[in-house]
Every structure is written in C-alpha cells, then in structure tokens.
C-alpha cells in the first residue's frame, strides 16, 4: 500500500505564489508517475502537471510557465511539490496528489486533497 499526505494549500492574493507537497509512504517501490489534479466546484477534476521517477514533465496548458513540479526520490519516501506563481482566481480549487501504480495497471492511489483559494 502507499500513503499520500499533502501538505500547503491555503488563501492567497492574485499574483501570489503557495507551494504544495506530497510525501508518499509505503510501498514506494510500486509506484510510477506522481501529479497533482485539481478539481473546482462544479467541474470535473483535471489533471494540472505530473512527473516520472526519470523527471520528465508535463502541464496543462492552463498553468504552463505559472507552475512547476519537482520530486524528490528519497529512499523511504517520495517527496513531489508543486511550486505556483502568479495564481489566478481560475487557480482556485481541491488539489489532489496522485501516484500511478506500476502493480496494478490503471491503478491510481490518491491523498485527501488540500483547499487551494485565490481571492482578494
């Protein structure tokens, strides 16, 4: 089994920056690709950015040059953030941690998900 914790979300300006983190824990040796969606009220939870153990990255186009996500392949845990700039309202949403399985195809574990709100 794998854990995922998030951690970072909060209220913040248009403009500003928060940094989430992800701690994943467990069998960290089944697990792939790990990203972080977001779902707003309303709309269906979308994929925001996600990265491979190898570091290869990818963006929605949405978020392209705002946020940036990085990982840390620690032997005990998986450490992946994602760093955001210039936050717009739009940013507003749960932000959900996510590890691909490599055991179960198609599989997916998931964390609690953390408030992120872009307001003045």
């Known amino acids: 089994q794998v854990q995922l914790v998030e951690s970072g979300g909060g209220l913040v300006q248009p403009g500003g920056s928060l940094r989430l983190d992800c701690a994943a824990s467990?069998?960290?040796?089944?697990?792939?690709?790990m990203g972080w969606y977001r779902q707003a009220p309303g709309k269906q939870r979308e994929l925001v950015a996600d990265?491979?153990?190898?570091?290869?990255?990818?963006?929605v186009e949405s978020v392209k040059g705002r946020f940036t996500i990085s990982r840390d392949n620690a032997k005990i845990t998986n450490t992946v953030y994602l760093q955001m700039n210039s936050l717009k309202p739009e940013d507003t949403a749960v932000y959900y941690c996510?590890?691909?399985?490599?055991?179960?195809?198609?599989?997916?574990?998931w964390g609690q998900g953390t408030q992120v709100t872009v307001s003045s």
């Open positions: 996510a590890a691909e399985s490599l055991v179960r195809r198609g599989y997916k574990y």
């Open positions: 467990g069998s960290i040796f089944s697990i792939g690709a």
């Open positions: 990265i491979t153990s190898g570091g290869n990255t990818n963006y």
